[in-house]
């Protein structure tokens, strides 16, 4: 039987972590006012700029790379074990794990809890595969997700190049399964799909080196630094702009996205996102569920929209490539950084719409809904 595994933290010192040389002063956007970043005013969407503020001027928060020697990666996610010390990588900020994405392993039976801090995991006996050389993780918990791609895995890739060990890579480990859409952003961010190593609990990789960037949002809806990101999302937006088809009409008006949870706490659902969409449809808008589209297709809708609306989920990171205002309807208070940064990297507006736990279910008002749309139009125009 495998020894137990300890969580363990990542220590960002020099022997295994360098920092990116970011020259932070370029491509800074101006600094905004909350007028200029926010479509809705009330103590909420107040509290969230004066975070987002804040964050900002974190110098804690450090973005580069860490460097490993002989560690054992596996699962679907990336689960990054080292065999000197019988630990699990889990709890390091910006490293892309945290205690809730372990203990959803635990939920699905993929790991086992044999004590107090003690952990097994159930397919540490299969076949181990070695990759020689030097590898790169790109993956972390939720990467399986669209909307991760455009604003994490990107960004990951993004530091591989600054740090100037992109072009020595002999393996990028990846989310599996391997979906279509993935072989997009893999000729996207110049990965030789011979260079492709998918992640599985069917194989234990033996990585002899091992580079894991860390996520520009460092933690769970987190901020992306404009002053770092920001450049890498203006200048491949052109790239992009090939992904889309022409218009079929000239329709204009909102665009509300659905929220299919795929890796999402399902508690956070809108218990009566239908009558969201009701509000959309009557005001001359669209429906559309981001899962089940063509990607080119879904960023022509966003692109001609007035403007999108839909529920605090990653499935909103697509607008980042064509740029929208947008109103985040919030279930669980999570305050979500991402969301502003994108829109203050595409010098767009945000508004966060709170809803209301009755019984257990959250409702959204559809007056209070279609007051705020109607405004939010206004200004649009304005």
């Known amino acids: 039987m495998s020894p137990a595994l300890r969580l363990i933290n990542l220590e960002r010192n020099e022997a295994s972590f360098k920092e990116v040389p970011f020259k932070k002063h370029i491509g800074v956007p ?20 004066r975070d987002y503020v804040r964050f900002k001027e974190d110098e804690s928060l450090k973005h580069g790379a860490f460097f490993l020697e002989n560690v054992f990666v596996s699962d679907h ?17 910006g490293f892309g794990w945290m205690p809730d994405h372990f203990a959803h392993l635990i939920s699905k ?13 159930h397919h540490d006996d299969a076949p181990k595969v070695t990759l020689s050389g030097f590898s790169a993780l790109l993956s972390f918990p939720g990467a399986l997700t669209f909307g991760h791609w455009i ?16 072009h020595d890579l002999d393996h990028f480990l990846v989310p599996s399964p391997v979906s279509e859409w993935m072989r ?42 404009a002053s770092i990101f920001g450049n890498q999302f203006r200048r ?11 218009g079929h009409d000239d329709w204009s008006g909102p665009l509300f996205l659905r929220h299919t949870p795929l890796t999402s706490d399902k508690n956070r659902s809108l218990a009566n996102a239908l009558d969201a969409e009701a509000v959309i449809l009557s005001s001359g808008g669209r429906v559309v569920d981001p899962v089940n589209i063509p990607i080119g297709e879904l960023l022509q809708l966003i692109k001609q929209s007035s403007i999108v609306v ?44 709170t809803s209301n736990n009755e019984h257990g279910l959250w409702k959204i008002d559809q007056g209070h809904l279609s007051n705020i749309l109607e405004q939010s139009l206004l200004k649009i125009q304005k």
């Open 184 to 225: 997009s952003f893999f000729a996207f961010f110049e990965i030789d799909a011979n260079l492709i190593r998918p992640l599985s609990r069917e194989k234990n990789y033996y990585c002899e080196n091992l580079v894991i960037p860390t996520v520009p949002s460092q933690s769970s809806g987190g901020i992306i630094p």
């Open 310 to 353: 839909g529920q605090d989920s990653s499935a909103l990171h697509n607008i980042s490539f064509v740029g929208k205002d947008l109103i985040v309807i919030e279930t669980v208070r999570r305050r979500n950084m991402l969301h502003v940064s994108l829109q203050d990297i595409a010098n767009k507006r945000v508004g966060y719409l």
């Open 30 to 49: 101006e600094k905004k006012e909350f007028q200029d970043l926010f479509l809705l005013r009330d103590d909420f969407n107040i509290g969230i700029f």
């Open 109 to 121: 039976g993929h790991v086992s809890e044999t004590a107090t801090g003690d952990y097994l995991l």
């Open 151 to 166: 604003v994490d895995i990107w960004g990951r890739v993004e530091i591989l190049k600054r740090l100037g060990v992109f």
């Open 77 to 93: 996610w990336g689960l990054v074990r080292s065999i000197t010390t019988n630990g699990i990588f889990n709890l390091t900020p």
């Open 236 to 246: 491949r937006s052109e790239y992009i702009s090939r992904w889309l088809p022409t």
